[in-house]
Structures are given as structure tokens and as C-alpha cells.
């Protein structure tokens, strides 16, 4: 099998660790049968600085005629507001119908504390429509914002939930190593407030989540504000977690600090048959152009990526070079206490791959 993937290093530290994506996949080994084709395509504010467009046509297009999957660095956004910019990366999501945003965050399986959880968050409504405004009312000004949810984005949301969590099961079930042992997947709401918008989230999901599919799969509850307190209470109860988009954007970032370093953090935005691989972090200008970048979080993504093409087993031997890296701690960059540099941590991965 042949794949096309879009390298878009955006800003900044992007332009460090993207190549170390495209370098996994071609180290990949033959037994895999994957072979991969690149394309270089432009994103962010140096993109706009230079042409007007955060986003040029070329890479949306790029991206939807050719490409099976692609990988996004980071991108910076200025400092003060720019008429004509907007972030590339939000309109991506919206051109290519990505309507999931999928952050693993997990431990290596020896840690003290380990933590192997996958937040799935709603990325196309919530309050995230931005559809606010700002009038004057008797006791002075008002602000509204639309909250808005839908049953139809809540049931694709929880499907996505649900196949994560059977998949996350197969590749235990095919020796993996995982603290969990029985799919898990947690739906996160606040319908005890808000029960006609979360109430439909919460409902839905739960219908989504009862098809045959699923009959392997635990489901659970839990109101947002204790999902908080026992996620950093007790990170291991949880394997997948399914939230509209601004519990999900919360969460999502609070998890990240549960594994220490946002090197370490990989994310996938996902739509129907398409997935863009992204490291949580941003584009890091106090550290760019120093080659010491952590590009884990890149690697992972890859991987992240090449689980939503069905590429499981290639996954999950990056998944365990990464971790074999990681348990040894010799070859560390500086945001893990280290002094490697990038290029050293990746040479060593490939070696372990
Ligand atoms: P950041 O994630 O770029 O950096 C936060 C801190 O973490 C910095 O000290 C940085 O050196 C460190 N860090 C991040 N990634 C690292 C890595 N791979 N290896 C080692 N250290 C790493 O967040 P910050 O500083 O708030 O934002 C910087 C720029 O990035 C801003 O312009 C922001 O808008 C943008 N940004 C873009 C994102 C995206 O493209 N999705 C996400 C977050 C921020
Ligand atoms: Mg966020």
C-alpha cells in the first residue's frame, strides 16, 4: 500500500519536528508493506506574511485530491491582532470536515503512575460557534453566547468514541501492554445544569453508544467539574473519554499536564476517512532554531495518524520504539531533563524501530 501524506510545518518548532515525522514513516520496516509519498505544503503566519493567506487554497486542495493523510506542526499566532489572519489550523478543521480532535495522553507502562487515556472532543459546535453578541440592558451591558449542540455531531462524536475504544481493545487483546483490561468509555456533560443542550449531548451519546458495535464496550457518566477532580485524582480509571467541544478543549489540556512535558503530547484531528497527525504544543519561539526541540509528540501523532488509516501493527511500533526511548531516559531533549537534541532523540527511535 502507497500513501500520500501532506507535511505542513507551519511555524517556529514545526519546522524541527515534522521531518521527523516523514523520517519514521519512511524507517518504517518492509515487513509493514507501506510505502509513503510526500508533499511540502504551506501553512501559518510566515505563509501569510509572505502571501496573504494563513491558508492557501493549495494546501486545502492538495490535501483533499491527493492525500491520504497528513501531519501540521504548529503555528504562532501574532502578538497583536492582524487584520486578514486567522488561525490556519481552525479553518482546516472546518474545510476538511475534521470534526474530531483525539489526544492520547499516556505514561510509558512502568511509570509510578501510569496513564493510558484518549480524550475525544466534538470540534465543530459547542460554544465554539462563536455566534456571541453584545447588547445594552437595563442594568448595563449584556454578552450572549449560542451554546449549540446537535444530535447529529453528538452521535458522530460518540461512534468516533466508540470505535476508538473497540480498536484500543484489539491492540491489547494482540499483546499490547495496558493498564486497562475491559474498553471504557466515559461520556462527560453537565445535563444536571444545562439539560436540553448537554441533556441532548449526553443522551445521544449514550444511544450512539448501545449499537451492536459497542456491546463490549463499558459505558459511564460523569458531570464535568468531577471528571476534573478524579481525572488528577485517579488518571488510570479513565480509558476513553467523550466530551462536547468546550469541556473537550479543557480537558484535553489539563490531561497533557498529567505526563509532564508538552513534547510529549500527540493529537489527531479526524473526519470521515481523513486524518491530519499534530503535536499539542505551539510553535515554542524560545526555543526555536536550538535543534532541541522533543519530537515525540510528533512521532506520536504519526502514529496517531496511521491508526486512523487501519495501519495498527505500524502504529504500534512506533508507539513501542517511542517507549522503549522513554524507559530507557539516556536520550532525552531538554524539556525531559535531558540534553540530547532533536536529531539525536529521533536517530535513536529510528534505531529502536
Ligand atoms: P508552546 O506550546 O509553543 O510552548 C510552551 C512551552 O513549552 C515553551 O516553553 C516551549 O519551549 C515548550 N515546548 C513546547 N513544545 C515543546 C517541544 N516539542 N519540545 C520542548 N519544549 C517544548 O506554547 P506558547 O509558548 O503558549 O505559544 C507559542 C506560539 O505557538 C504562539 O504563537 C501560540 O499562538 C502558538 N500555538 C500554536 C498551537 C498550534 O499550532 N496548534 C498550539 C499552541 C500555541
Ligand atoms: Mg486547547
Request: hydrophobic residues 40%.
Given at each position: 500500500r502507497?500513501?500520500?501524506?501532506?507535511?505542513?510545518?507551519?511555524?517556529?518548532?514545526g519546522?524541527?519536528?515534522i521531518?521527523?515525522?516523514?523520517r519514521?514513516l519512511?524507517?518504517l520496516?518492509?515487513?509493514?508493506?507501506?510505502?509513503?509519498?510526500f508533499?511540502?505544503?504551506?501553512a501559518g503566519?510566515?505563509?501569510?506574511?509572505?502571501t496573504g493567506?494563513a491558508?492557501?487554497d493549495?494546501?486545502?486542495?492538495?490535501l483533499?485530491n491527493?492525500?491520504d493523510?497528513?501531519?501540521f506542526g504548529?503555528?504562532?499566532?501574532?502578538?497583536?491582532?492582524?487584520?486578514?489572519?486567522?488561525?490556519p489550523?481552525v479553518?482546516?478543521?472546518?474545510?476538511?470536515?475534521?470534526?474530531?480532535?483525539?489526544r492520547?495522553?499516556?505514561t510509558?507502562?512502568?511509570?509510578?503512575?501510569?496513564v493510558?487515556?484518549?480524550i475525544?472532543?466534538?470540534?465543530?459546535?459547542?460554544?465554539y460557534?462563536?455566534?456571541?453578541?453584545?447588547?445594552?440592558?437595563?442594568d448595563?451591558?449584556v454578552?450572549?453566547?449560542i451554546?449549540?449542540i446537535?444530535?447529529k455531531?453528538s452521535f458522530?462524536?460518540?461512534?468516533m468514541?466508540g470505535?476508538?475504544?473497540?480498536?484500543?481493545q484489539r491492540v491489547?487483546?494482540s499483546g499490547?501492554?495496558?493498564?486497562?483490561k475491559q474498553?471504557?468509555?466515559?461520556?462527560t456533560h453537565?445535563?444536571?445544569?444545562l439539560?436540553?443542550?448537554?441533556g441532548l449531548?449526553r443522551?445521544?451519546?449514550?444511544?450512539?453508544?448501545?449499537q451492536d458495535?459497542y456491546?463490549?464496550?463499558?459505558?459511564?457518566e460523569?458531570?464535568?467539574d468531577?471528571?476534573?477532580?478524579?481525572?488528577f485524582?485517579?488518571?488510570?480509571?479513565?480509558d476513553v473519554?467523550?466530551?462536547p467541544n468546550?469541556y473537550?478543549d479543557?480537558?484535553?489540556?489539563?490531561?497533557a499536564?498529567l505526563v509532564g512535558?508538552?513534547?510529549l503530547v500527540?493529537?489527531?484531528?479526524?473526519?470521515?476517512g481523513f486524518?491530519?497527525g499534530e503535536p499539542?504544543?505551539?510553535?515554542a519561539p524560545?526555543?526555536?532554531?536550538k535543534?532541541?526541540?522533543n519530537?515525540?509528540a510528533t512521532l506520536?501523532s504519526?502514529a496517531l495518524?496511521?491508526?486512523?488509516?487501519n495501519?495498527?501493527?505500524?502504529?504500534?511500533?512506533?508507539?513501542a520504539a517511542?517507549?522503549?526511548?522513554?524507559?530507557e531516559?539516556?536520550?532525552?531533549?531538554p524539556?525531559?531533563?535531558?540534553?540530547a537534541?532533536?536529531d539525536?532523540v529521533?536517530?535513536?527511535?529510528?534505531?529502536?524501530?
Open positions: 502507497t500513501l500520500r501524506i501532506g507535511l505542513i510545518p507551519g511555524d517556529g518548532i519546522r524541527e519536528v521531518p521527523a515525522g516523514r519514521i519512511e524507517a520496516p518492509a515487513s509493514f508493506k507501506l510505502k509513503f509519498s508533499v511540502d505544503l504551506d503566519f510566515e505563509t501569510f506574511k509572505q493567506a491558508l492557501p493549495k494546501t486545502v486542495d492538495t483533499k491527493e492525500c493523510g497528513a501531519l504548529a503555528v504562532s499566532s501574532p502578538s497583536v491582532k492582524t487584520e486578514g489572519y486567522s488561525s489550523i479553518a482546516l478543521r472546518k474545510r476538511l470536515a475534521l470534526y474530531a480532535n483525539v492520547p495522553v499516556r510509558v507502562a512502568t511509570a509510578k503512575s501510569p493510558d487515556l484518549v475525544v472532543r466534538e470540534n465543530t459546535e459547542d460554544l460557534v462563536k455566534e456571541e453578541k453584545t447588547y445594552d440592558g437595563p448595563g451591558k454578552a450572549e453566547a451554546k449549540r446537535t444530535e455531531a458522530n462524536i460518540a461512534q468514541a470505535d476508538i475504544a473497540v480498536r484500543r491489547r487483546d499490547a501492554p495496558s493498564i486497562h474498553p471504557l468509555v466515559t461520556v453537565k445535563s444536571n445544569v439539560s436540553q443542550t448537554d449531548f443522551e445521544t451519546a449514550r444511544k450512539a453508544l448501545a458495535a456491546k463490549n464496550v463499558k459505558v459511564e460523569q458531570i464535568v468531577s471528571m476534573v477532580y478524579k481525572l485524582r485517579q488518571p488510570s480509571d479513565y473519554i467523550v466530551a468546550l473537550g479543557i480537558l484535553s489540556d489539563g490531561a499536564a512535558s508538552l513534547g500527540p493529537s489527531a484531528n479526524v473526519g470521515k486524518a491530519i499539542c504544543h505551539g510553535s524560545d526555543i526555536e532554531g535543534g532541541i526541540a519530537p515525540i506520536r504519526t495518524m496511521l491508526e486512523f488509516m495501519e495498527e501493527a505500524a502504529a504500534a511500533a512506533i508507539y517511542v517507549d522503549a526511548n522513554l524507559e531516559g539516556k536520550l532525552l531533549t524539556d525531559m531533563g535531558g540534553s537534541k532533536t539525536e529521533v536517530e535513536d527511535i529510528l534505531k529502536r524501530l
